[in-house]
């Protein structure tokens, strides 16, 4: 039996390739160092994996930026826009023209947008989106994938795989820049170019070759298939001596089913981490000759492998099909976890030993591939690591399981409808038409981060720590209060991010020192791990939030972050359902908004900035998710008095197939991102006649742009077109943490003018 991988992490294990983009993009680093940097990683990526006894290796997976971008260029799929970047020449030039169509350019004169950048379907990982124009033409334009190749052949032989997307789903992920044609209509002059890419990998010495095809996995029209079957008839029939593998990840075939296993190719990826119920209806459909690869080992999570439960669907695949024709592999692409478990030393070791990284992932294959050969001594401490989790103390704690069992409508419901409940607000807070507020945190200024870091680093005392925080938070209460905002906001000084502020202070958290993910070009995150049953073991933001409401008159909103948003954040368990986990934490936001009621916070803020990014790739998914959330949210407000009101936050979304569930949420005040589409996204909540308050963004937060009062006067008008004026608050997009101080006030009290002519004028 083979094994194989689909991808692995480019970042290197001390993001070494961030540190080197970031200081060639500044000016401080040679090409030639960036890729020296570059092919370090590589190889040892490489020989990480030969190590690990993984017989098919992926190469093309590394990335300078992002792998879709790379697919553009490798096709010439180059907008317009950049010939002018495109026409200079030197060294630079390639690498120049690269990084200015995934984050613009601003030089010799020349000021150019960057392209579009969107998540890889529902993980955090953002690709750039392919633009297309009607007359689109396609070719070989840029070689690396061949340099790439070779070099991997050079240390694996014919271990080494290239991998690159899929010609349908690079289609499918980009996007129409031109009225008048279908993207999926370009496939026909698409095709000729991969099958030439294919063939000169053959030639090459290429045995495998991985097609990325993750919307195999998604809902299909039935052009959509058409167009899969008429691309791979053509790469079939005009591709020889190559084994072509098709991969597809992160959700089930379901109705691809037949579609996809008689794809005219080698060898079939199926995700059977997220899908494992597919795997009966594919050993049912498969036709002879094709290979299954079956991907057991979660890719997208930091959790060991349950070798039995792998060991079952293994079996089941190889009565089938027989071992020859079976391929061991982790889920998808390991670019979605982290690297090193082994470089966690401070983790406790009975948890550390539930968990595995990227590295550990491959060994874990190598594992199940010896087992089945029949080296059990594997199985056996395995067997122990898996059953430590399910009975430890540290995950199960019987009180947070009772509560969430114990859930009923009552938990997730307010006294008394919103009617009811905005009339007793409105006689409490006496706010003018069109109040202002912003969404929590102001300018994280580098005082600020490294007042943060010496604290955790030891060098400051809780006391002096304490005094600069209240010192940050009192200016910026007076400065709120000088501008004349309504409502105002802490600042969120004592914040770092805001999921793990509360994750620090959750029971079931843990944090890793490096187990960094890719987001974005140099972006990396690193989610807190969400291990066990979740509890509060203390108030988590009383002390800052009265601290800020006893320095003025005005409302003081109380600030947390919602349910799915912590969730969708985290590494999650994967030993009880998502909706589980989310209640838990549920309850435990729910608790600290009754704190914060009891102690005299009036307005509280419970952001769910990801909600939309929770939702289920497949249709048919999303109205169980959307019910799960949404009542998740509504726990963390049930039972809380009429005369508190409730806000919310989400960024930029469309709300169009979710608007009955964002009403459902019942939050009395709702912020949400809308600026950038120049209230468009409003529409839908003026169809659904949105009952609640809601502060539509009137400035975009991303750009240190100040707008004039008059541009946002008049998006009030347009809000107001759409939705009751007397319901209408005054807001920018979200926080304003990524901002400098001196736009952050021009642009607020431009903001402020702007309601004053809101309310005199609307
Ligand atoms: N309250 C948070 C802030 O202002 C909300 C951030 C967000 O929505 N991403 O920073
Ligand atoms: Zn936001």
Redesign the pocket.
């Known amino acids: 039996m083979l094994t194989q991988n689909l991808g692995y992490p480019r970042i290197g294990e001390q993001r070494e390739l961030k540190k080197a983009c970031e200081q060639y993009w500044a000016g401080k680093m040679a090409l030639t160092e960036l890729h020296r940097v570059a092919q370090k990683i590589k190889e040892e990526n490489w020989l990480t994996q030969l190590n690990a006894g993984i017989d098919i290796i992926p190469c093309n997976d590394f990335s300078f930026y992002d792998h879709v971008l790379d697919t553009s260029l490798l096709l010439g799929v180059i907008p317009q826009r950049y010939a002018p970047v495109l026409a200079q020449d030197g060294d630079h030039a390639e690498t120049d023209l690269y990084f200015a169509m995934a984050r613009g350019y601003q030089r010799n004169g020349l000021d150019i947008t960057a392209m579009e950048m969107t998540k890889w379907l529902d993980t955090n990982y953002h690709y750039i989106v392919p633009e297309f124009t009607a007359q689109q033409e396609f070719s070989i334009y840029n070689e690396n994938i061949f340099a790439e190749y070779t070099t991997a052949r050079r240390l694996l032989g014919q271990k080494a795989k290239p991998v690159l997307v899929g010609p349908v789903s690079y289609l499918l992920l980009g996007k129409e820049k031109e009225q008048g044609f279908e993207r999926i209509d370009l496939l026909e002059k698409l095709i000729p170019v991969y099958i030439e890419i294919l063939n000169r990998l053959g030639a090459l010495g290429a045995e495998w070759i991985q097609l990325d095809e993750p919307c195999l996995a998604l809902d299909l029209s039935k052009k959509e298939e058409e167009a899969f079957e008429a691309a791979y008839r053509a790469i079939a029939g005009q591709v020889g001596g190559v084994r072509l593998m098709v991969a597809t990840y992160f959700e089930a075939l379901l109705d691809n089913t037949s579609l996809a296993v008689n794809l005219p190719v080698e060898a079939l990826h199926i995700d059977l981490v997220r899908g494992p119920e597919q795997l009966d209806e594919v050993l049912a459909l498969v036709p002879d000759g094709l290979l299954l690869s079956l991907g057991v080992v979660d890719g997208r999570n930091v959790w060991k492998n349950d070798y039995e439960k792998s060991l079952s669907l293994i079996y089941r695949a190889v009565e089938k099909l027989g071992a020859k024709r079976v391929i061991v592999a982790p889920s998808c692409s390991l670019l979605h976890s982290p690297i090193d478990l082994d470089l966690e030393t401070a983790l406790d070791p009975e948890i550390k030993n539930w968990m595995a990284f990227a590295r550990q992932k491959l060994g874990e294959v190598d594992a199940l591939r010896q087992i089945l050969e029949g080296n059990n001594t594997l199985l056996e401490a395995n067997r122990k690591a898996i059953e430590s989790r399910r009975t430890s103390q540290k995950v199960h704690r019987q009180a947070v399981k009772d509560r969430v069992a114990a859930l009923t409508e009552a938990d997730a419901t307010r006294a008394s409808a919103f009617p009811v409940r905005q009339r007793i607000q409105r006689e409490r807070f006496h706010l003018p038409s069109f109040p202002t507020t912003t969404?929590?945190?102001f300018p994280q200024t580098d005082d600020i981060r490294q007042l943060r870091a010496r604290f955790k680093k030891g060098d400051l005392t809780v006391e002096q720590y304490e005094k600069s925080i209240e010192q940050a938070t009192i200016d910026a209460i007076r400065w709120q209060e000088e501008i004349g905002l309504d409502v105002l906001v802490h600042g969120?000084f004592e914040r770092n991010d805001?999921v793990e502020y509360f994750g620090e202070q959750l029971e079931g958290f843990l944090f890793t020192k490096n187990g960094w993910v890719q987001s974005y070009g140099s972006r990396c995150v690193k989610p807190p791990v969400i291990y066990g049953d979740i509890s509060r073991p203390k108030d988590m933001t009383v002390r800052w939030s009265t601290f800020a409401a006893a320095q003025t008159d005005r409302p003081m909103k109380g600030?947390l972050t919602g349910p799915v948003t912590i969730l969708q954040w985290s590494f999650v368990r994967d030993d009880q359902p998502r909706e589980v986990t989310t209640n838990q934490i549920a309850f435990a936001v729910h608790d600290e908004v009754l704190a914060l009621e009891q102690a005299g916070i009036g307005m509280i803020?419970i952001?769910e900035?990801a909600i939309r990014e929770g939702l289920p790739l497949r249709k048919a998914r999303r109205p169980h998710y959307l019910d799960w959330a949404v009542k998740a949210f509504r726990i963390t407000a049930g039972g809380v008095q009429d005369r508190t009101q409730i806000h919310t936050?989400?960024?930029y979304s469309e709300f169009n197939d979710i608007i009955e569930h964002i009403a459902a949420m019942d939050a009395d005040v709702i912020t949400i991102e809308t600026s950038r589409s120049q209230m468009e996204l409003l529409q839908a909540f003026a169809h659904f006649e949105y009952p609640n308050e809601i502060g539509p963004g009137v400035y975009d937060i991303h750009s240190p742009r100040v707008p004039g009062t008059e541009e946002m006067t008049s998006l009030l008008g347009r809000a107001a077109d759409l939705l009751p004026a007397e319901n209408l608050w005054v807001n920018p997009d979200?926080?304003?943490?990524t901002r400098k101080w001196p736009e952050t006030k021009a642009a607020l009290e431009n903001m402020v003018a702007a309601a004053r002519q809101a309310r005199e004028q609307i």
Do not use: V
């Not at 979200?734 to 943490?737: F, I, N």
């Open positions: 969404i929590g945190s969120e805001m600030m803020q952001d900035a936050h989400m960024c979200c926080g304003l943490k």
